[in-house]
């Protein structure tokens, strides 16, 4: 007798599965005897989609900051995704009382602790080297094994002031000194210049907003790759979307993708600001642009499933697999003509969008507002 089976399920490459939950872990899967019985069955006749739980990897919902602020579940599964990675919110002062409310709710959230020990109290959080205090941050991370998965250090001019590629530097230390645990590096204005900052970048570092359309961009002016940015990846650098309200260019992503460098993570850089008004709105929405651009629901899924996973090291994650947490999120692909825009004043036509429909948080359904129109799957 299992929890939950979903009968039925679309996968990104089109096969049909069964998957059996019990005790919050995936059970079974594949194509399972019409005998097996569970307390709760989602039929969903190959019409739903079923993936592994989406990740989102560069988020801001500390619902009490001062700058971006929302709601986890606003942001996870309300909106289908499973599990939320703040990413650099809180410094050492304030991730204690993230922590506390991120325990309540439905979402599985984590964050990535900003090397500021004032977080995003202020737009300029690496401005004052005092602001950085290795110790605190290491005790933080010691506080909150599991929660705190990572760091988050912000290196455009307006966040660092004066202080230049100090603390870059300085969150390297912090990251060697904890594990080599991932480093997330926001990259927006000048100066640091995008090549210096990649300089110091490599193994399992991730590069967000790695699609901005700002001269700190990627490409060179005659859209080729810069050349530091391609010894980075080599060096295992990864790219992050963080799409957020001013960090994504179709452009870019376009010559990018046209090179073969696609986006290792998919992400929002969602609060409830961008969410609401867009142009983010949701991760599912950021994802459904991908489409536009060219590339296939395989490959969407993965950045947002097992690749984010990987590169946040978040075990138990990410894949559809017998022992695996039953974070799954059921949707649908939703065809017909939409108008996606950047942030950069850029528009794409597509023809097909992603609508999720509930999420899994270890095997507990929660719906959508748009799932619960569309309900019935659910017996
Ligand atoms: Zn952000």
């Known amino acids: 007798m299992y929890d939950t089976i979903i009968r039925a399920g679309r996968l990104g490459n089109g096969q049909l599965v069964d998957v059996a939950i019990k005790h919050g872990k995936i059970a079974a899967l594949g194509s399972l005897p019409e005998s097996t019985v569970a307390k709760q069955t989602l039929t969903l006749d190959g019409q739903v989609h079923v993936s592994a739980g989406w990740i989102d990897g560069h988020t801001h919902c500390y619902p009490a900051s001062p700058l971006y602020h929302d709601e986890p579940d606003k942001v996870g599964v309300e909106s289908g995704v499973t599990t939320v990675i703040d990413a650099g919110s809180t410094g050492a002062d304030d991730v204690d009382d993230f922590q506390r409310l991120a325990a309540d709710c439905k979402t599985r959230v984590h964050a990535l602790l900003n090397i500021s020990r004032i977080g995003l109290l202020r737009q300029n959080e690496l401005a004052d080297p005092a602001d950085i205090d290795p110790a605190l941050a290491q005790a933080a991370i010691r506080r909150h094994p599991g929660f705190i998965v990572g760091i988050k250090a912000r290196m455009s001019g307006s966040v660092v002031g004066e202080s ?24 927006g204005n000048t100066p640091p210049d995008l090549d210096e900052i990649v300089a110091l970048l490599g193994d399992g570092d991730l590069l967000t907003h790695c699609f901005n359309g700002k001269p700190n961009r990627i490409l060179t002016p005659a859209g080729e790759l810069r050349q530091a940015v391609r010894e980075a990846m080599r060096r295992g650098l990864l790219l992050d979307i963080g799409h957020g309200g001013a960090s994504f260019s179709f452009e870019v992503a376009e010559l990018a993708i046209a090179q073969g460098i696609l986006p290792h993570t998919i992400s929002s850089d969602i609060y409830c600001k961008n969410r609401i008004k867009g ?60 108008l996606f825009t950047d942030t ?33 799957f659910c017996v």
Do not use: W
């Open 164 to 187: 230049g590629l100090q603390p870059l530097r300085m969150a390297k230390q912090i990251q060697q000194a904890n594990g080599n645990l991932p480093l997330m590096v926001h990259v």
């Open 344 to 376: 950069e004043a850029g528009a794409r036509n597509g023809d097909r969008q992603l609508l999720p429909l509930a999420a899994l948080v270890g095997g507990e359904l929660v719906l959508t507002h748009y799932g619960k129109s569309h309900h019935a």
């Open 279 to 338: 142009p983010v709105y949701s991760l599912a929405h950021v994802m459904s642009k991908f489409f536009a651009i060219g590339m296939t629901l395989e490959q969407v899924l993965a950045c947002v499933t097992h690749q984010a996973a990987d590169a946040l090291r978040l075990p138990g994650k990410g894949r559809l697999e017998v022992g695996a947490d039953a974070d799954i999120t059921l949707f649908e692909v939703s065809c017909g003509p939409t």
